[in-house]
């Protein structure tokens, strides 16, 4: 079965300050990986995902994570931390099947980002 | 709406209750999950649909947990004889399809379901 850990349940950094969220996860193929933001009173918002292709990807509001396979991580980075960005980031595996992918994720148990101005 | 809509946002309910909670996806979307976010946890998968029928139901926890989905839209989270180790907010999303790199979830806010 898939897991996802995300060994850092609370960072605090400074605003300005670059960030890397960890994340490791287990599966048996290669997987679907996802990073999702939550803040207060909103739904999971998708930052970005990994299916195939280029290891380091792209996301929206300046984040990147880039697909380690030999360390099984897929780690959230971002270089300079705005005050907008505290929340609640969680890490995701997705399933294969046939193929394709469906939403049936797994997700980690959340890291809380808090941000000192 | 332009997002996914839940109803009600709160639940509160008294153990062995039936309880109902509703999701209406965002237009034209095919599927539909539900999953669970227990406190401190990340969200656990339950059920997904592919149009009207459920594809994977794998995540129920037991027999007390049914959803539907009658007309392909609109989903129903029924809960019957209410335990308070069902206290959880219960995220629903949908997408635009079920595969594919095209497969992105957008999350409802969640119905927090208390059980007294």
């Known amino acids: 079965a898939q897991s996802v850990t995300q060994p850092d349940i609370h960072i605090t950094v400074s605003e300005g300050a670059s960030l890397e969220l960890r994340c490791n996860y287990s599966?048996?193929?290669?997987?679907?990986l996802f990073w999702y933001v939550q803040s207060p009173g909103q739904g999971l918002q998708l930052l970005l995902k990994y299916f195939s292709g280029d290891t380091l990807v792209q996301g929206i509001k300046g984040f990147e994570a880039e697909f380690k396979r030999s360390q099984s991580s897929f780690n959230l980075r971002k270089p300079s931390v705005h005050w907008s960005d505290a929340a609640e980031y969680f890490c995701?595996?997705?399933?294969?099947?046939?193929?394709?992918?469906?939403?049936?994720?797994?997700f980690g148990q959340g890291t809380i980002l808090t941000v000192h101005p | 709406g332009a997002g996914v809509s839940q109803t009600p946002s709160n639940k509160v309910t008294e153990k062995g209750k039936y309880v109902e909670l509703r999701c209406d996806p965002i237009?034209?979307?095919?599927?539909l999950y539900w999953y669970r976010q227990s406190l401190g946890q990340g969200p656990e998968f339950l059920i997904y649909f592919q149009g009207t029928g459920a594809a994977d139901d794998s995540g129920l926890p037991n027999d007390r947990f049914f959803a539907v989905r009658p007309e392909g839209s609109v989903s129903t989270l029924k809960i019957q004889r209410t335990e308070r180790g069902d206290s959880a907010v219960y995220l629903c999303a949908s997408s635009l399809t079920a595969g594919g790199s095209s497969g992105e979830l957008f999350f409802g806010e969640g119905s927090r379901l208390t059980v007294l």
């Open positions: 599966y048996g193929a290669t997987p679907y």
């Open positions: 995701a595996v997705g399933a294969r099947a046939g193929g394709t992918s469906y939403g049936k994720l797994t």
């Open positions: 237009s034209g979307h095919t599927a």
